[in-house]
């Protein structure tokens, strides 16, 4: 079978998508991936194909658009784009402006300029199956413009669905909510040019792929057939240095921020600050950091080892505790290796964050990890945070508890019989007729 992975040029949605990509071509299908250019290299990283469709990705216009319209909802509101975790908060106007926000100040800046290509390319290479990252809609127009079978793979929460069903609750009447639907009017008018009608599964997928365990994924209706997978952590090409593979004398901890730019940052949170107290307890503290993260830290305590880069699963297997902004990837393989997390999402500007907090709270309901926002993310607040993490028991077995969840979901490998059989199924379906 021709299968083909499509993601907008993030690098961090691609790499979640890679076990099932490798096992599916372990299998003896052929299996490529389309993105902008710009991903390029670090998809030739994995050994796996690349296609390019449309232009460039210019992330940073995008952000610049974006900021216009959260900046306007914090002000009015008092907060940014917290996501679902937000909602019982939100009146209705507010939840349209920040759902409107998304599909239009990210969704149609990310998906519109490679859809022509990426449709293009479908018909003429006439894939048999389409997996799709949860933010770029064009895998499933350009699915169903071609004839082939298409999933969605998530690798956060899935705050936009969540959001579009509790505005379809609060709608008047169906007019009202296809009306207020910006995502489905957009997709619909997307897909019409292809000869698509809109349908659900341009939301949803066929089916959705979901790494999350029990207790934790947003179920927003019944329209999504959810597929567990087994989370396997993927972090790219890497190097593992000696003093990693040796057994740490003290506990270590691991302090992360992820790759997200140095605009989100929030500077009113010193980091220099924060990991100077957290070096008060008895730790090993190892901070990957950007050089602009770095800036202005002053002296860095003895027990800190600071770096640009440690692949995030050899690093965490030998952690007692992470700490993080909440970011999905570091966030799930945490949870894979049963390690505690103390999630800072404040460490991220509000008015950028989409899922973060929602995965901070999930988590710490599930009493795996900490949750600690606003003005409780202070110096001594953090310490306190992190003893409590290391030194309460629980919460290792309940991280532990997690871990067992997500082996019990089938393997990335497991799952290649049904992606199989999808495809199969849907072979004998016409779908509009090539341009």
Not at 62 to 77: G, P
Not at 202 to 217: A, F, N, S
Not at 313 to 326: F, I, K
Not at 374 to 393: E, N, Y
Request: hydrophobic share 40%; aromatic share 6%; with cysteine.
């Amino acid at each position: 079978m021709r299968i083909l992975f499509v993601t907008q040029a993030e690098k961090t949605h691609m790499l979640s998508m890679v076990p099932l990509a490798w096992a599916l071509r372990s299998a003896g299908h052929d299996v490529r991936v389309a993105s902008q250019p710009e991903l390029r290299d670090a998809v030739a990283e994995t050994g796996l194909p690349f296609c390019d469709v449309g232009p460039g990705y210019v992330l940073d216009q995008y952000l610049r658009a974006f900021k216009v319209l959260n900046d306007q909802y914090a002000d009015d509101a008092g907060g940014g784009l917290g996501g679902a975790a937000d909602l019982d908060r939100m009146d209705s106007e507010e939840l349209l402006d920040v759902y409107r926000g998304t599909v239009n100040y990210w969704l149609r800046m990310v998906n519109e300029p490679m859809l022509d290509g990426l449709v293009e390319f479908c018909r003429r290479w006439r894939p048999d199956l389409v997996v799709w990252e949860p933010k770029t809609y064009a895998g499933g127009i350009a699915a169903k413009a071609s004839g082939a079978a298409h999933v969605r793979f998530l690798w956060g929460m899935d705050v936009l669905s969540t959001m579009r069903v509790e505005i379809a609750r609060r709608s008047a009447d169906p007019d009202t909510a296809w009306r207020e639907d910006a995502l489905a009017r957009w997709l619909g008018g997307c897909a019409r040019r292809f000869g698509v009608e809109f349908a659900e599964e341009l939301v949803h997928g066929q089916v959705t792929i979901d790494p999350y365990p029990g207790g934790l994924p947003l179920r927003p209706g019944p329209e999504a057939l959810h597929q567990p997978i087994r989370y396997l952590p993927f972090n790219g090409s890497a190097r593992i240095p000696a003093w990693l593979r040796a057994r740490p004398e003290r506990p270590r901890v691991c302090v992360t921020l992820g790759t997200t730019s140095a605009e989100r940052f929030d500077r009113r949170h010193r980091l220099g600050d924060l990991l100077s107290a957290m070096a008060e307890l008895d730790i090993e503290v190892v901070a990957t950091l950007s050089a602009h993260q770095r800036q202005d830290m002053g002296e860095i305590p003895e027990n800190i080892r600071v770096l640009d880069h440690v692949p995030m699963h050899p690093l965490l297997e030998g952690c007692a505790a992470v700490v993080h902004h909440g970011g999905a990837g570091t966030c799930l393989t945490a949870m894979s290796l049963g390690v505690p997390q103390l999630i800072l999402s404040d460490l991220v500007l509000a008015k950028y964050q989409f899922d973060e907090r929602v995965l901070a709270k999930r988590l710490a309901d599930q009493g795996a990890g900490i949750d600690l926002t606003g003005d409780d993310v202070t110096p001594a607040g953090t310490r306190d945070a992190l003893r409590s993490l290391l030194t309460d028991p629980l919460f290792s077995h309940r991280a532990d508890l997690l871990r067992r969840r997500m082996v019990e979901a089938p393997t990335p490998a497991a799952l290649v019989p049904r992606l199989e059989r999808l495809a199969t199924e849907h072979a004998g379906v016409e779908g509009p007729i090539p341009a």
